[in-house]
């Protein structure tokens, strides 16, 4: 039973920390002196494209799948998503010998849904017109005994995440930086809910901004109504990963708690974002997980003089799109 509210206190967080650490990949923080003189400020760069499966989404699907008993793992498990959750639910799934079944929209990008099957799932593409995903999950899991793993109105999942707000936390203070912001990607929240009480967990007043596309601010709009609102998602948008147009029950509370904002980008700063990571940093960004790096570079908040943490989330992006976004003229 799903509890109303659920927050990752700092016991939680270590104790998750500890049951992932042998199998996560502890990303290290870059720095980047060509971006700290471009914004005057000191920007402390965290890879989660590096983690295992390509995304953050490693730590909180591995989380839940620790946990599961005997019982549930003889079940298997299912879950939807767009693919991050899904590439990383797999591989978790694959490694510990269970069962997945993901539920993937047909227009999902190419390389999520055949790196969900290289992991060896079963992927059931999906007609988001039609169909409704939580439906077909519920009698998966119905027909199978499957344990439902949601992407993010989890507390397993937030719990997992939270992991990676504590890791830069932590990581920040190791090379003897005092951070003043740290800005996270957004869809339905479970990463900035977790992040932010991981972050708080050992740095009280950092403050936390949410970063989504436009038209997908679900966040944002949110945040200034007090109460979960939904994003008009007028336009399509390059963030295949970040199209949830309103945050889940669980993960809006929280954010309500924790977050000093939200902010939203648009395709053509996401794209100069992307640039940015490859050509400076010699990383492969996916549009989604470069989210809190286009608000910095489009000035979305004032950041001179200060620390600020991001996380880069992910990197899985089908090979020719990521060949136009960084050829692209302006």
Known sequence: ?????????????????????????????????????????????????????????????????????????AGGVVAWSSGNHGLALSYVARELGIKATILMPQEAPKTKIDGV?????????????????????????????????????????MTGQATLGAEL????????????????????????????????????????????????????????????????????SICDALLVVKPGDLTFPVCKQHLAGGLSVSDTELKEAIRFAYRELKLVIEPGGAAPLAALLAGKIDVVGKTIGIVLSGGNVDAEKFARYITETH
């Open 1 to 73: 039973m799903r509890p109303d509210y659920f927050e990752p206190d700092a016991r939680l967080i270590a104790q998750a920390r500890e049951r992932i650490a042998a199998h996560v990949v502890h990303t290290p923080l870059l720095e980047s002196p060509v971006l700290n003189r471009q914004l005057g400020a000191r920007i402390l760069i965290k890879p989660e494209n590096l983690q295992r499966a390509g995304s953050f989404k490693f730590r909180g699907a591995l989380n839940r799948a620790l946990q599961l008993t005997p019982e549930q793992r």
């Open 169 to 236: 936390a932590e990581q920040a203070a190791q090379v003897g930086a005092s951070l003043d912001a740290a800005l996270f990607s957004c869809s339905g929240g479970g990463l900035v809910a977790g992040a932010a009480c991981g972050v708080h967990s050992l740095v009280p007043d950092v403050a936390i901004y949410s970063v989504e596309p436009e038209h997908y601010d679900g966040m944002v709009r949110s945040l200034a109504a007090g109460t979960q609102t939904k994003a008009p998602a007028k336009a399509a």
């Open 117 to 157: 099957r290289a992991n060896g799932a079963i992927v059931r593409l999906y007609d988001k017109t039609k169909e409704v995903r939580e439906e077909i999950g519920a009698q998966i899991a119905a027909e199978t005994g499957a344990v439902i793993v949601p992407p993010y109105d989890d507390p397993y999942v």
